[in-house]
C-alpha cells in the first residue's frame, strides 16, 4: 500500500490536507538548525511548508511518480526507501516525515535517523487524524457498509485515534530502543476545516485501502459518500488532531 499513492500523485497533491503552521514552526524552532530531511516526503506537501518557514530540504520517497511531483514543485528528492537510502556523510539538523513513518521500521528507521542528524537535531514523525462530528462518522460509516458490507474493517465505526494510538506507542518505543535519542515527546494540535462535498470525494481515492479500490467499486464508494455529504446538506466540517512523536539527539560530548 505505501507505493500505491503513486496512482493518484496529482489528486493527493491538490487534495490532501496540509499540517499546521503552529506544529510546523515548533519543530523548527525546537531544532539546531535549517537543514530538514524529509522521509517519505511523496509530492512534497511537508517539505514546501517548511521551506516556507526557511529550511532547506532534501526529500526521501520510494515512488518514483510522487517524487517527480515533488521536484516540479521545487523540493529536491531522492528515490529510495529510508531504509536503503545513503546518506553520503550528509547530516541534518531536523529528520521529518508526514503521513509516512509507519512505513519504516520503526527500530532501523529510529537508528537511521540518529545517525543522520546533528547534535541535537530533532526527528518528528506526524499525522493527520481525521476527527469527524459524530453525524459525520455515522454517515460515513453508512456509507462504507453499503459499498463494502464484506468488509471486516470499517474505518468510520470507531474513533480513528483510537486507531492511531498503537501507531504512536510503536514509533516512541522504536525511538527508545533504538538508544540515541532523548525520551521521546507527544506533541497535538487541534485544527478544523470545512470541505465541500467535492472537495471531500477528492481525498476520498487517496486514502488508506481506498487506493485499492477497484475502479466499479471505488465509484460506488464515491456516489455513496456523496450522497451521505448532500444529507448533511451539502458541507460539512472535518475536525483534525495533528500528531507529532519527536525526541532529540543529546548534545555530542
Not at 542528524?117 to 493527520?128: K, P, V
Request: proline share 7%; charged share 20%.
Amino acid at each position: 500500500m505505501a507505493e500505491s499513492f503513486g496512482s493518484q500523485a496529482e489528486r493527493y497533491d491538490r487534495a490532501r490536507p496540509r499540517y499546521p503552521r503552529a506544529l510546523v514552526e515548533r519543530i523548527v524552532a525546537g531544532s539546531p538548525g535549517p537543514d530538514v530531511l524529509d522521509i517519505g516526503c511523496g509530492t512534497g506537501i511537508a517539505a514546501r511548508q517548511f521551506q516556507a518557514a526557511g529550511c532547506r530540504v532534501l526529500g526521501v520517497e520510494p515512488d518514483a511518480r510522487m517524487a517527480d511531483l515533488a521536484r516540479q514543485h521545487g523540493v529536491q528528492v531522492e528515490v529510495a526507501t529510508f531504509e536503503a537510502w545513503d546518506p553520503a556523510s550528509r547530516t541534518f539538523d531536523a529528520v521529518i516525515a508526514g503521513q509516512a513513518w509507519h512505513w519504516v521500521d520503526p527500530v532501523a528507521g529510529a537508528a537511521r535517523a540518529a545517525q543522520a542528524l546533528r547534535s541535537q537535531g530533532r526527528l518528528a514523525a506526524f499525522w493527520n487524524v481525521f476527527q469527524p462530528p459524530p453525524e459525520v462518522a455515522e454517515a460515513f460509516a453508512a456509507a462504507h457498509r453499503q459499498v463494502m458490507p464484506e468488509s471486516a474493517v470499517n474505518p468510520w465505526d470507531r474513533p480513528i485515534l483510537d486507531a492511531y494510538s498503537a501507531i504512536f506507542t510503536k514509533v516512541a518505543d522504536g525511538i527508545r530502543q533504538a538508544g540515541a535519542f532523548r525520551e521521546p515527546e507527544q506533541w497535538r494540535t487541534d485544527w478544523a476545516h470545512c470541505y465541500t462535498r467535492d472537495e471531500w470525494l477528492d481525498i476520498v481515492p487517496t486514502a488508506g485501502l481506498s487506493t485499492q479500490l477497484p475502479p466499479a467499486r471505488l465509484g460506488a464508494l464515491l456516489t455513496a459518500t456523496g450522497a451521505a455529504i448532500d444529507a448533511l446538506g451539502g458541507s460539512f466540517t472535518m475536525h483534525y488532531a495533528t500528531i507529532a512523536v519527536t525526541a532529540t539527539r543529546p548534545r555530542a560530548a
